[in-house]
């Protein structure tokens, strides 16, 4: 079985979702991005807020992570953007095999 990791990333628009996720996909970083509308609560500068976003699972492999963090980073439109990896401790082994050939 081959080692795989997902890692969760917030977007404050489903514009910037699309377009992180295609460019995750499209630089071989994910074998595939699914997007999620969300709301989400949480601190910020001290006040307690409430937002809709939009959340990517991403699926790729945890040698990707470091190249997929500063992807994020680079694109992202938050100042500190919610960027943590997953392990895959299990799983549909063709699937996680899929996973590997897509993230090379």
Same mark, same amino acid.
């Given at each position: ?15 910037? /979702? ?14 595939? $991005? ?22 990517? %699972? ?11 963090? /500063?992807?994020? %980073? ?8 919610? $960027? ?21």
């Amino acid at each position: 079985m081959s080692d795989a990791a997902l890692v969760l990333v917030s977007c404050g628009s489903e514009e910037e /979702a699309r377009t992180l996720s295609r460019g995750l996909v499209e630089r071989d970083l994910a074998a595939g $991005v699914q997007r999620f509308p969300i709301t989400s609560v949480y601190t910020w500068k001290g006040e307690v807020v409430e937002d809709g976003e939009w959340l990517l %699972v991403i699926k790729t492999r945890p040698d990707r992570y470091p190249d997929i963090e /500063a992807y994020v %980073v680079e694109h992202h439109s938050y100042e500190v953007p919610q $960027v943590i990896m997953v392990p895959v401790t299990g799983g549909h082994a063709p699937y996680l095999d899929w996973i590997d050939q897509h993230t090379r």
